[in-house]
């Protein structure tokens, strides 16, 4: 079993269209391979808006503790508005409460409260599922707004994929990781065989493939790149290539600029699927091969 995450180092690289298309032609090879899908950008999830899944099962996500006042017990003294340093305790109505939002669950009231009036509990920060699409299983979830924890919330999502492609023997589990280098990121390419970074010809696109690549450098994670877009800028391409070469790293594609990808997304298809003959088409089968025998190498 191996285990490919697609990062991008920053938002709107194009890395989901580029999962979703590896989805289908890993469906539609002459020998397919069968993929369990995983997104693990919990903050704003979309492969999903691409791939229209069924949802067959929904957990819900436990995040952080929160502080909840018993208003049987409040005596209303104040002392837990005097101690709140992130002003999450409110006076409304002639009761305190807490902002759940605000709260960052450090207890000091609690601690404080003389008349054991306040306790901390579990938030549901957000829920996992797990769906079916026509490409393979997919396993995915949605963080609430304001909610901290994405970070764990990545790691049911990722846990889940793996066991199910150990049960039912999956060769290939393809994560559709988060922006960034952040804690999502992290957890995202944790155990992961290879990580394929999209990058973009842009001076933003540059220095964050670099921050992505200093991220799975430290974790010790096989890296190629490939450039979406690449023609929009043919020096930053050249730019991006002669860095890749500096390190020792593979570039293994360049996708056009093709409208046919957005048009696909609009119809909330791969764009392998909706146009298979265009150009960035035919460049993300090319790519996909070289992915497969870099998979094969390890």
Known sequence: MRQLVILSGKGGTGKTSVAAAFAHLAYCEVSPIRVVLA???????????????????????????????D?????V??????????????????????DSLACEGCAAC????????????????????RSQTRF??????????????????????????RLLALDEDYPLILVDGPPGIGCPVISAVSGA????????????GIHDMQRALATTAHFRIPTQVCVNKFDLSLV??????AHC???????????????????????GEPVTAYRPHSPASRSLLELWGQVVVSLNQI
């Open 77 to 98: 003294c104040g002392i837990c508005d005097q101690v709140c340093r992130f002003e999450a305790v409110h006076l409304q109505a002639g009761s305190y409460t807490i």
């Open 39 to 69: 997104d693990a950008d919990v903050d704003a999830a979309n492969l999903e808006l691409v791939l229209s899944p069924k949802v067959i099962e929904e957990h819900n996500f436990l995040g952080g503790l929160s502080a909840v006042i």
């Open 136 to 161: 393979g299983p997919l396993f995915h979830a949605a963080l609430r707004p304001g909610q901290d924890n994405s970070g764990k919330l990545v790691t049911p999502v990722k846990q889940q994929a």
């Open 245 to 267: 070469c500096e390190r020792g790293i593979s570039l293994l594609g360049r996708i056009p600029f093709d409208p046919t990808v957005t048009e696909a997304m609009t119809f």
């Open 110 to 129: 609690r601690y404080q409260c003389p008349e054991d009036a306040i306790h901390m509990e579990h938030q549901q920060a957000g829920s996992w599922f």
């Open 236 to 241: 930053c391409t050249e730019l991006i290539e």
């Open 193 to 204: 065989d290879l990580a394929l970074i999209v990058t973009e010809p842009t001076a933003a």
């Open 71 to 75: 208003p049987g017990l409040c005596q």
